[in-house]
């Protein structure tokens, strides 16, 4: 059985709420007071649907208590009685209030019913959509917060951000673009979870990428694989700009010096500690997504993709912590301390490149003087 809707009447006449009362109790839940503030009293503890107002009462008019309401109640819907004639002064005091609509006294008892009725149904429908949207902005929000966990796997805040307002940013058809490849590799990693406790090794591999992968998204890079020891991170994709060259060697060296600080504290903690070697590459990359509406996955594939591999190799070979491919140096070379290592064949690439091993960033003045 439904609920009936709920009527405050409010006049400082009995005999008028007696009346009141007696026409509209056999289809509504009827509240009754005597004095404004005993109204608004009950409306901030009632679930009203209409208040039907008096104008002339002790110490309150009924276009003063109906403003009020709205403070208290905004949903409920007004309703004004009225002796007065001024029709225009009404109007005025009307639309200051918010009412609803207004009945002239005295009242004719079947207009007065019908108006209670569609003042009834305009508060169940404002309900309803208020309900409705409410519903609509939580499923929004759900989403979105699916969507952003998600993404904060994988992207920066920042980037995150971006494609949480606009969605196909990341939904990429599959196209070539300029972009940095930065591959990250632990040294060692064999030997060391061959000779660590397991409990051991995933902390200290937790601890590692956490540092690894907050770096990679303050430069605004994205993490486009983990694979064992293994870091992927990607720089101009999906996010083009002119300065992904330099973002990825600037989070290469950060990552450098990260490491070296978890090693200090492990090492001081009694636990083993391991180095890492950076290989980057520039150039074209085909990146698309792929997957199902539930599940995508960034892909890029290109030259660069495996450059940045094998340069990564390199750098136990030279005894480096971060080696650039020609394409990287060229955007970069005014701006870091580097050493050339020559044009080493790399495998899987027939055409040999010159590498050069990054030992640091110059101040900016340096790099400006040097310019």
Same mark, same amino acid.
Request: cysteine-free; proline content about 8%.
């Given at each position: 059985m439904t609920t009936p809707a709920t009527v405050l009447l409010v006049d400082d006449e009995p005999r008028v709420l007696d009346a009141l009362e007696a026409l509209l109790a056999m289809e509504y839940r009827v509240l009754r007071a005597e004095r404004p503030e005993h109204a608004l009293a009950r409306l901030a503890?009632?679930?009203? !649907?209409?208040?039907?107002?008096?104008?002339?009462?002790?110490?309150?008019?009924?276009?003063?208590?109906? *403003?009020?309401?709205?403070?208290? !109640?905004?949903?409920?819907? +007004?309703? %004004? %009685?009225? *002796?007065?004639?001024d029709v225009e002064a009404m109007m005025e005091s009307i639309n200051a209030s918010g009412v609803y609509h207004f009945l002239l006294k005295p009242w004719d008892p079947h207009e007065l019913l019908l108006l209670v009725a569609r003042a009834v149904e305009h508060h169940r429908l404002c309900r309803e959509r208020a309900l409705a949207h409410l519903e609509a902005t939580q499923s929004d929000l759900v989403s979105e917060a699916a969507v952003r966990t998600q993404l904060e796997r994988y992207v920066s805040p920042r980037l995150v951000d971006l494609a949480i307002a606009n969605p196909g940013i990341l939904d990429l058809p599959g196209s070539w673009r300029e972009a940095t490849v930065l591959f990250a590799d632990i040294r060692g990693f064999t030997r060391l979870i061959e000779s660590t406790p397991a409990p051991v090794v995933v902390r200290l591999l937790n601890e590692y990428f956490a540092e690894m992968i907050a770096i990679i998204f303050r430069h605004q890079g994205t993490v486009e694989q983990l694979v064992g020891d293994e870091i992927v991170a990607l720089f101009g994709v999906p996010?083009?700009?002119?300065?992904? !060259?330099? +973002? !990825?060697?600037r989070a290469a060296v950060d990552m450098v010096a990260a490491v070296q600080r978890l090693s200090t504290r492990w090492l001081a903690e009694g636990l083993p500690a391991f180095d890492i070697g950076v290989g980057i590459s520039s150039g074209r990359v085909m990146a698309g997504t792929i997957g199902s509406e539930r599940r995508r996955e960034l892909i890029v594939v290109g030259r660069a993709v495996v450059a940045a591999s094998r340069i990564q190799r390199m750098t136990r070979l030279f005894d480096a912590h971060i080696i650039l491919g020609e394409e990287t140096f060229r955007q970069v070379g005014d701006v870091v301390e580097y050493r050339e290592l020559g044009t080493p064949r790399l495998k899987g690439i027939r055409q040999r490149l010159p590498l050069y091993e990054i030992r640091g960033l110059r101040e900016p003045a340096a790099a400006t003087a040097a310019g």
């Open positions: 503890e009632e679930d009203v !649907a209409v208040v039907l107002s008096d104008q002339r009462m002790p110490g309150m008019t009924g276009t003063e208590l109906l *403003a009020r309401s709205r403070e208290i !109640a905004p949903d409920t819907v +007004r309703i %004004l %009685l009225t *002796a007065f004639t996010e083009p700009g002119p300065d992904v !060259a330099l +973002r !990825a060697v």
